[in-house]
């Protein structure tokens, strides 16, 4: 059974880069069957998409993220991860990684781990 | 404006049913969605997809109390025999050219 696992650190300073990583289990990440995705719920919030990674290598991101965001896979270590620039308190959430399956959605998650800005 | 539409919230008594919408605003009327659920303190879950014509396909484990149904732009995700553990918030999600994005979700009250 697939399951997803992310880590990193739970604080980050404010103006410095916060960095995820997703471990991928019971699967390959390498399978051009599924795409790969970064997710985040901000405290009391609803769930706002930041990007996807494709088997091919391509990168899609939220338009209000963009010029801050990486996306990134590791397949030796069946790992993808999330590089955000620039934090400031408006990016403290929980942050999910996710499976999707093309042409469709996401449909397999991560446990969610939280992390908030400040100083 | 936003892409998707849902209702902030909704109720329903034990053992009945509920029918959550989700709307997907003009030009985006045919599209395919998924519903998530989010139970409180808990990473969410897929449910289902479900297409414009009303055929839906549900995950891994879902039971069958869950259901699908589409007219025109509306989708429905329909819970009978409502159990408490139905208690939580519902997403409705699609995706245009590889970008993604989820609505505002529906946060169901089990009386």
Redesign the interface.
Same mark, same amino acid.
């Given at each position: 059974q697939l399951q997803l696992q992310e880590s990193g650190p739970g604080l980050v300073k404010p103006s410095e880069t916060l960095s995820l990583t997703c471990t991928v289990s019971g699967g390959s990440i390498s399978s051009s069957s599924y795409y790969w995705?970064w997710?985040r719920q901000p405290p009391g919030k609803?769930?706002?998409?930041i990007g996807?990674i494709?088997y091919s290598g391509?990168t899609?991101y939220?338009?209000s993220l963009k010029s801050r965001v990486t996306i990134s896979v590791d397949t030796s270590k069946n790992q993808f991860s999330l590089k955000l620039r620039s934090v400031t308190a408006a990016d403290t959430a929980v942050y999910?990684c996710a499976r999707g399956t093309p042409?469709? #959605?996401?449909?397999?998650? #991560?446990? #969610?781990t939280t992390v908030i800005v400040s100083s | 404006q936003p892409v998707l539409t849902q209702s902030s919230s909704a109720s329903a008594s034990l053992g009945s049913s509920v029918k959550l919408t989700c709307t997907l605003i003009s030009g985006h009327t045919t599209y395919i969605i998924a519903w998530h659920q989010q139970q409180p303190g808990k990473a969410p879950r897929y449910l289902m997809k479900l297409e414009g014509s009303g055929s839906y396909n549900k995950g891994s484990g879902v039971p069958d109390r869950f259901s699908g149904s589409s007219s025109g732009a509306d989708r429905y995700l329909t819970i009978s025999n409502l159990q408490s553990e139905d208690e939580a918030d519902y997403y409705c999600e699609t995706w245009d050219s590889n970008t993604h994005v989820f609505g505002t979700g529906t946060r169901v009250t089990v009386l």
């Open positions: 995705g997710i609803g769930l706002e998409w996807s494709y391509n899609y939220n338009s999910y042409p469709y #959605g996401l449909d397999v998650w #991560g446990q #969610g | -």
